[in-house]
């Protein structure tokens, strides 16, 4: 079974500060995924990587693929109120098909 | 282009009735997929329909779940008899082609009294 730890689990910010949410595993993946969840609606797709070492940005917010591709990091500089949110990452097994496995999510909030 | 739509948003039923969901992916999109989030848990993977076929059912937890997807255009995931611990919100999600980005529904939030 393929686990996808997801850190820190809770994190409130003052606007402006800098922050990094982990995602690590055991296992091997093709591609992993980013999600950002506003309650009462479903994930929305942030960002997909796939190459080992690769590093995707979105304005302020910086997606990087470990090398071995079995660990991901999320990178928000200053960031905003309009970043609150829950952030899950989840990934596409290279044995699995192409079913997803999710992280627990990161609930983030930035304190104006 | 319309997303994927989920009915209803939300179902409150009690114990031992029935309960059939419905997902209409985005037009085109051959694979749907079918996830769930229970309380304190992580989103789980139930099951993968490619068209009108079951590709991957690994995640079905019991008999109680059946999903159909007749015709390869919506889908339904029926649970028969509900049980307490079925309570949780239920994702679709689909995509054009295998390993291509999944979007999501907005869930059913279904809870069992």
């Known amino acids: 079974t393929q686990l996808l730890e997801q850190s820190p689990q809770f994190l409130s910010i003052q606007e402006g500060e800098n922050l990094t949410v982990y995602c690590n595993s055991s296992?091997?993946?093709?591609?992993l995924q980013w999600y950002r969840q506003e309650p009462g609606e479903g994930p929305v797709l942030l960002v997909t990587v796939v190459t080992g070492g690769e590093v995707k940005k979105l304005k302020r917010l910086t997606f990087q693929f470990g090398d071995a591709r079995k660990d991901s990091s999320l990178h928000i500089t200053a960031a905003q109120p309009g970043d609150t949110g829950l952030y899950l990452c989840?990934?596409?097994?290279?044995?699995?098909?192409?079913?997803?496995?999710f992280g627990e999510g990161t609930q983030l909030t930035v304190n104006p | 282009e319309a997303g994927v739509t989920q009915f209803p948003s939300h179902s409150v039923i009690e114990k031992g009735q029935t309960v059939t969901l419905r997902c209409d992916p985005i037009s085109g999109h051959d694979n749907l997929y079918w996830y769930r989030r229970v309380m304190g848990k992580e989103i789980k993977f139930l099951l993968h329909?490619?068209?009108?076929?079951?590709?991957?059912e690994s995640g079905m937890p019991n008999n109680r779940f059946l999903a159909e997807r007749t015709g390869g255009t919506y889908s339904t995931l029926k649970v028969q008899p509900a049980e307490l611990e079925d309570s949780g919100v239920y994702f679709c999600?689909?995509?054009?082609?295998?390993?291509?980005?999944?979007?999501f529904g907005d869930g059913t939030r279904l809870s069992i009294l």
């Open positions: 296992s091997v993946f093709s591609s």
């Open positions: 329909f490619v068209k009108e076929s079951k590709q991957d």
């Open positions: 999600a689909s995509s054009p082609r295998l390993s291509a980005p999944q979007h």
């Open positions: 989840a990934g596409d097994g290279e044995t699995s098909g192409s079913r997803l496995t």
